[in-house]
T-cell receptor, first 113, second 116 residues
Framework: AQSVTQLDSQVPVFEEAPVELRCNYS??????LFWYVQYPNQGLQLLLK??????LVKGINGFEAEFNKSQTSFHLRKPSVHISDTAEYFC???????????FGTGTQLKVEL | DTGVSQNPRHKITKRGQNVTFRCDPI?????LYWYRQTLGQGPEFLTY????????KSRLLSDRFSAERPKGSFSTLEIQRTEQGDSAMYLC??????????????FGEGSRLTVL
């Protein structure tokens, strides 16, 4: 079984500043990793995913994440945030097979002027 | 664009009552998932269907919970004899088998249950 840890429950940041949201995972087998975003009053939406290959993956809205196997991390980054990025961000993992995703507890990103 | 639709969006009920939530997936998706999300937590897997077959159930899904997808299209999640601990957001997601095998799910907006 895998687990996903998001240590930061809230991350406040000023507009146009860079941001990093941290995610660590544990699994005894290879995993696929994801970041989902939940805007207020909306459903979860896939931001980006790592399946294999290049460890740097790019997603929508200028976000990117880097898979680091040795550190079992999959941190999400954006070089310059916008007010509209205010949302809750969930890191998730699966070992494939199409059954279930294991989510972290989420990080609330609050972008301030 | 018809995404995943969930009804009702909000439900307030008294302890001991039964409630039912409905999920209409994206029409061409044969996989359907139910998750539960409580305050301060990420979504937790409850169960999933491939077409009408329920293929996996979490231990979180006690015998008071039942989910069905009778014709492989919409799904219902029923909670009998609700308890205050059942208060949560119930999320439905759908996917095609190909996308689901790589973890890409399409979520509805959720049905929020409050048990008084």
């Amino acid at each position: 079984a895998q687990s996903v840890t998001q240590l930061d429950s809230q991350v406040p940041v000023f507009e146009e500043a860079p941001v990093e949201l941290r995610c660590n995972y544990s699994s005894s087998v290879s995993v696929y990793l994801f970041w989902y975003v939940q805007y207020p009053n909306q459903g979860l939406q896939l931001l980006l995913k790592y399946l294999s290959g290049s460890t740097l993956v790019k997603g929508i809205n200028g976000f990117e994440a880097e898979f680091n196997k040795s550190q079992t991390s999959f941190h999400l980054r954006k070089p310059s945030v916008h007010i509209s990025d205010t949302a809750e961000y969930f890191c998730a993992a699966t070992t494939g097979g199409g059954n279930k995703l294991t989510f972290g507890t989420g990080t609330q990103l609050k972008v301030e002027l | 664009d018809t995404g995943v639709s969930q009804n009702p969006r909000h439900k307030i009920t008294k302890r001991g009552q039964n409630v039912t939530f409905r999920c209409d997936p994206i029409s061409e998706h044969n996989r359907l998932y139910w998750y539960r999300q409580t305050l301060g937590q990420g979504p937790e897997f409850l169960t999933y269907f491939q077409n009408e077959a329920q293929l996996e159930k979490s231990r979180l899904l006690s015998d008071r919970f039942s989910a069905e997808r009778p014709k492989g299209s919409f799904s219902t999640l029923e909670i009998q004899r609700t308890e205050q601990g059942d208060s949560a957001m119930y999320l439905c997601a759908s996917s095609s088998q190909r996308l689901a095998n790589t973890g890409e799910l399409f979520f509805g907006e959720g049905s929020r249950l409050t048990v008084l």
